[in-house]
């Protein structure tokens, strides 16, 4: 690292990736997220957009507090309204950034934001200016910048920089760049921007073409020294850079990049499971670097090749970014402090003592069901605990369904709705429909189910299945997991997960008129 500059990276999976339709995750979901991501030692970790909600801002001032080892970030439109709450959430972390954004192609500038150039401009540098009032770490966005047009670009580049910008984030926020012209975008605004040397330039590319990663590096190659990313891709539409795939595209191929990162890579693929349980957007087998047939070779070729040499068919060794063959072997007569033990490895620290004490009891009730329980178990384990911790309407007692060959499947549900038991019962197609059915019957929601998903945490007849069901109500998406040994019983679980999600709270008044 000493002969190589350092290449920052910046996760948005707080804030951009929770914009997923159904991501939306609690405070204390965001709090184990960006523990991992310290873990990781990822630079700085954009928390939230503090002024979209009081959920927003709560969770954003529980990871500032939390967070020791990275800058802490709080997105706030070139607004003072917004840069003063994103601050006042931040107050008391270790080290703060402010990144403030306004869009600056003339599609955007005319159709959404009906200002001038001019207009946009003075707000840029007025935006920055009040932002460096609250921290020396201030970041700007010229929103859609892939799309803007250049001589424009450069004098709000320009200008911000003269205003006390220190990083210059350069999104491509439809994805509509191609990675030879987003490289060449960067070279030009650097060589053309006559103050540039006083700033890091940033990207942040989405993926709607498939190339997000390809023009984060191409802009890496061209001189940029921050990339922002998401764990797993994760983002609305088809997402963002994923950051797995940037940090090993550039400590695989160090040959090529004039930079690195300070990342611990071995922390991706632990990060990795972890957001993907909390958010229930699997992720995909054959996805880089953390899907699970990453480092799987089928072929007896390639496997008569990795026998020999490794290095005929890997270029990177599935250790170096997490893949162990880790696992904990405990019964019902193992120990808590064993149990305890194993869950800081895994970098999971419980709030009380209390939540060990309830997590240990499911450790030992799916002990009764399995005889191997693997990390993944005690992942999805601890993260079905939080997904049931906060303000339940709704709570599955019992589930009881018939299921035989040229019979009609019938479930039968006893849940506690507010407090008071319910019971409802419905034919079905099968028996997972059946349940929904008869959770229906008795919740009456009114919502649409939009996806249902199944997966194997483990392998073996005997391993847990993880269940993602997705919800619609009033044009609000959620996401609810599951997951049991019987996968009738997770799916019942992810559904009443959902359904909370839906009742608890109204959708949240996001003013984010834009995406950067």
């Not at 922002?228 to 539409?237: F, H, M, P, S």
């Not at 940090?247 to 990060?271: H, K």
Request: charged fraction near 30%; glycine fraction near 8%; include cysteine.
């Amino acid at each position: 690292m000493a002969e190589k500059e350092r290449l920052i990276i910046f996760d948005t999976t707080l804030r951009d990736g929770e914009q997923s339709p159904g991501a939306s995750m609690t405070r204390d979901e965001k709090l184990r997220i960006a523990r991992a991501l310290e873990r990781m030692r990822v630079d700085v970790i954009e928390a939230g957009f503090p002024i979209a909600s009081p959920g927003d801002f709560e969770a954003v001032q529980a990871v500032a507090r939390a967070v020791k080892d990275s800058v802490v970030c709080g997105l706030a439109r070139a607004l003072d309204k917004d840069i003063d709450r994103a601050a006042e959430a931040l107050r008391e972390a270790r080290a703060f950034r402010i990144h403030t954004f306004i869009a600056t192609s003339p599609i955007h500038m005319e159709r959404k934001l009906r200002m001038s150039p001019d207009e946009v401009l003075a707000q840029a540098v007025r935006a920055v200016r009040r932002a460096r009032q609250h921290t020396d770490d201030v970041e700007f966005s010229p929103e859609d910048a892939g799309r803007s047009e250049i001589d424009f670009l450069c004098r709000v580049i320009e200008a911000v920089i003269e205003a006390g910008a220190r990083t210059v984030n350069i999104p491509d926020t439809v994805g509509y760049n191609l990675p030879h012209q987003f490289g060449e975008l960067i070279r030009t605004l650097i060589e053309r921007v006559p103050n540039s040397d006083k700033a890091v330039f940033s990207v942040h590319c989405h993926n709607d073409l498939g190339l997000a990663v390809a023009n984060s590096l191409s802009a890496v190659l061209a001189g940029a020294r921050q990339v922002e990313c998401t764990v797993n891709g994760l983002g609305e539409r088809a997402g963002n850079a994923a950051l797995e795939e940037i940090v090993m595209a550039v400590r695989t191929r160090q040959d090529v990049f004039p930079c690195d990162t300070g990342l611990d890579t071995t922390q991706i693929v632990p990060t990795s499971r972890l957001v993907s349980g909390i958010t229930g957007f699997p992720v995909q087998p054959n996805k880089a670097i953390v899907g699970a047939n990453a480092f799987a070779h089928e072929s007896g070729i390639h496997q008569d090749g990795v026998l020999k040499s490794r290095e005929t068919y890997e270029i990177m060794r599935a250790e170096d970014v997490g893949w162990t063959a880790n696992r904990i072997v405990l019964g019902k007569h193992s120990g808590r402090n064993a149990f305890r033990t194993r869950l800081r490895e895994l970098g999971i620290e419980l709030e009380s003592e209390e939540a060990l004490n309830e997590a240990f009891a499911r450790f030992k009730e799916l002990a009764d069901k399995k005889h191997e329980i693997y990390d993944e178990d005690l992942q999805a384990l601890v993260t079905e605990a939080s997904l049931e911790a906060g303000n339940e309407r709704v709570r599955l007692v019992a589930l009881r369904v018939c299921s035989e060959t040229g019979e009609t499947p019938h479930a039968v549900v006893t849940l506690a709705v507010d407090g008071a038991e319910r019971r409802g019962e419905a034919d079905g197609s099968g028996p997972v429909d059946a349940s929904f059915k008869a959770i229906e019957s008795v919740v009456e929601s009114g919502t649409e189910l939009l996806l249902y998903s199944v997966s194997n945490i483990t392998t073996g007849t005997d391993a847990q299945g993880e269940v993602t069901v997705r919800l619609e109500k009033g044009g609000r998406i959620v996401n609810g997991q599951g997951a049991d040994t019987d996968i009738v019983i997770a799916s019942a679980k992810a559904y009443v997960n959902a359904l909370n999600k839906i009742l608890r709270a109204p959708r949240r008044a996001h003013p984010q008129l834009g995406d950067v």
